[in-house]
């Protein structure tokens, strides 16, 4: 069998989704898209099931936060094909105060503690999650750390404040 | 040969066939001499610790052989490692599982200060939750800065009176931590 290269992958995926996914490039070699959420279920399952591209395995999927873009919050998922040995990434990008977008456990179990790590951090509300709530921080939390809001160091830190060093 | 210490009879009155000291002194030495750890080790001073308790550097010396892995029977929690605000309330529920007397020592920057991790997940020093008798500092500290610190813990546990929850300060210290 070929080997599945980008430009086929693409080709394939577009000929599909065509007006709904912005090719973002390919750092790396790896094919990276962008979609919006109304169709990412639809590009997942079309990845995952067919009988050529079979991207059986999902990696990861993960969040990232640019306050200055116009949809600030982004989720990130990684493919990958077994089979052809192929990776693939898709991007969404989300409006501030609507992070919302379907779940992916109902094509991958493993989703669901991604998209819990997700929600965790970035506050990314997966609609259909079968238990979406905080998997690595304390329960109590009240702020999704990893947005660029949020201040990394912790308040409480006393051996860094100015005094101790002149200032 | 080795040269084989004893301890010293604490202060007393001596006399033929009699010797009387305070009963918290001849307690108190007893008590130090044969501390049980517990070690609460999460990261790499954990590993030091390992290297403490191995034969080359030989805790078992200060009568520390006996590592007593539950709460419930140990004297002293050696807290090794960076604790998490996500394991603060498991350290503060084993402190709170050991018996009186119970003496804390915080090893290393992660457990005094939180060290290098000045972030919203890691709690910056163990006494935010519980309190702490000694603080080792180092990054890992050494193998010899952990059995000092042992020893200001043992010059603690010789000094202390017997009843130390009775005292005042000492109630005072726990309050201030919601325990009690």
């Given amino acids: 069998m070929a080997k599945l290269t980008n430009e086929a992958l693409l080709k394939k995926i577009t000929d599909r989704f065509s007006d709904k996914l912005t090719l973002l490039g390919e750092p790396f070699g790896l094919l990276t898209l962008e979609t919006g959420r109304e169709q990412?279920?639809?590009i997942l399952t079309y990845l995952k099931t067919d009988p050529e591209l079979q991207f059986g395995f999902?990696?990861?999927?993960?969040g990232i936060h640019y306050p200055d873009q116009d949809k600030p919050i982004g989720v990130i998922y990684h493919l990958h094909s077994l089979v052809n040995n192929v990776r693939i990434r898709l991007k969404v990008f989300l409006n501030d105060g609507d992070e919302h977008i379907p779940t992916a456990t109902v094509l991958w179990n493993g989703a669901n503690w991604m998209e819990r790590e997700t929600y965790d951090f970035f506050g990314v509300i997966f609609d259909g999650h079968p238990d979406l709530r905080r998997i690595l921080n304390v329960d109590d939390m009240v702020a999704y750390p990893m947005r660029k809001e949020f201040p990394l160091e912790d308040p409480n830190r006393v051996d860094k404040k100015d005094y101790f060093f002149g200032r | 040969m080795s040269d084989i210490q004893l301890v010293d009879a604490p202060p007393g009155i001596e006399g033929p066939g009699y010797f009387t000291t305070a009963v918290d002194k001849a307690i108190g030495i007893a008590r130090s001499y044969s501390l049980w750890p517990l070690p609460f080790a999460t990261s790499c001073c954990g590993i030091e610790f390992m290297a403490?308790?191995?034969?080359h550097y030989d805790l078992a010396r200060f009568?520390?052989?006996?590592?007593?892995?539950?709460?419930r029977q140990a004297d002293l929690l050696m807290v090794m490692g960076t604790i998490?605000?996500?394991m603060g309330p498991v350290l503060r529920q084993v402190y709170l599982q050991m018996a009186e007397p119970r003496w804390v020592m915080a090893v290393g920057a992660c457990a005094s200060s939180g060290g290098i991790f000045d972030t919203y997940s890691v709690l910056q020093g163990i006494d935010e939750v519980i309190p702490v008798d000694v603080y080792v500092p180092g990054c890992p500290p050494r193998p010899e800065a952990i059995i000092d610190g042992f020893m200001d813990i043992q010059k603690l546990v010789?000094?202390?009176t017997l009843r130390r929850r009775n005292e005042?300060?000492?109630q005072k210290l726990l309050a201030s931590y919601g325990i009690l």
């Fill in chain 2, 63 to 71: 009568g520390a052989e006996r590592l007593s892995f539950s709460p």
């Fill in chain 2, 84 to 86: 998490s605000k996500k």
């Fill in chain 1, 40 to 42: 990412l279920i639809d």
């Fill in chain 1, 58 to 62: 999902l990696t990861d999927i993960t």
């Fill in chain 2, 168 to 170: 005042p300060e000492y």
């Fill in chain 2, 158 to 160: 010789q000094s202390e």
């Fill in chain 2, 52 to 55: 403490t308790m191995s034969p």
